[in-house]
């Protein structure tokens, strides 16, 4: 069964302070692998999406790399506006009609200024 | 660019009662995907819709719950003789034609049952 698992659950930063988040993946097959920001009461914003081991993609003070079992959201002195849900997605590659995101359960952020 | 809208953002239903959610895809995608998310836990995927046709819907409980996505008008989601276990928030992403992994997302229907 295709999973994807998070950590930490929730992680508190000073300002400024730099950190990473986990997302562990076990797929039949990887078509992409996806992160995005959820704030509370709102829908999930695109972030970054990977597709083969080694790749990195940036924005801002965010910077995500992608192994074959894991990938990793790297924050860079943070400031409190960073501070929300970030969520991990997969999109598995078994079935060719099937577009369906396998998402983990998210690691709580918090910035303190 | 709009992006992908959904009404109502809150709807209190007692229960027993029935519940539609509504969602219109950002303009110029044509596929539309119902995610929900319980307290406390991840997005789960629903349902799959192209126009007119459900692809996949593998995630739907089979009882209570459908969905649609007709030729005019926004996709549809339907719960009837809502529980206290439907209380969620309902979220619907749409993606442009054959790019199904690119999915964007609206701000979600927060359903409570009382």
């Known amino acids: 069964e295709d999973q994807v698992t998070q950590s930490p659950e929730a992680l508190r930063l000073q300002e400024g302070e730099s950190s990473s988040l986990n997302c562990s993946y076990t797929?039949?097959?990887?078509?992409?692998l996806f992160w995005y920001r959820q704030d509370p009461g709102k829908g999930p914003e695109f972030l970054f999406t990977?597709?083969?081991a080694g790749e990195e993609k940036e924005k801002e003070r965010l910077k995500a790399t992608l192994t074959k079992k894991e990938s990793f959201l790297h924050i860079t002195a943070p400031k409190p506006e960073d501070s929300a849900t970030y969520l991990c997605?997969?999109?598995?590659?078994?079935?060719?009609?099937?577009?369906?995101?396998?998402f983990g359960q998210g690691t709580r952020l918090t910035i303190n200024p | 660019n709009a992006g992908v809208m959904q009404n109502p953002r809150h709807l209190v239903r007692r229960r027993g009662q029935e519940a539609r959610l509504r969602c219109s895809p950002m303009k110029g995608h044509s596929h539309v995907y119902w995610y929900r998310q319980l307290p406390e836990e991840g997005l789960k995927f629903m349902v799959y819709l192209q126009k007119e046709n459900i692809i996949d819907e593998s995630g739907m409980p089979k009882e209570r719950f459908s969905a649609e996505f007709p030729k005019e008008g926004p996709s549809i989601l339907r719960i009837q003789q809502v529980v206290r276990g439907d209380s969620a928030a309902y979220f619907c992403?749409?993606?442009?034609?054959?790019?199904?992994?690119?999915?964007?997302f609206g701000p979600g229907t927060r359903l409570t049952v009382t």
């Open positions: 990977l597709y083969s």
């Open positions: 992403a749409s993606s442009p034609r054959g790019r199904g992994y690119e999915q964007y």
């Open positions: 797929v039949s097959g990887l078509r992409g």
């Open positions: 997605a997969v999109h598995p590659g078994t079935d060719q009609g099937a577009q369906k995101l396998v």
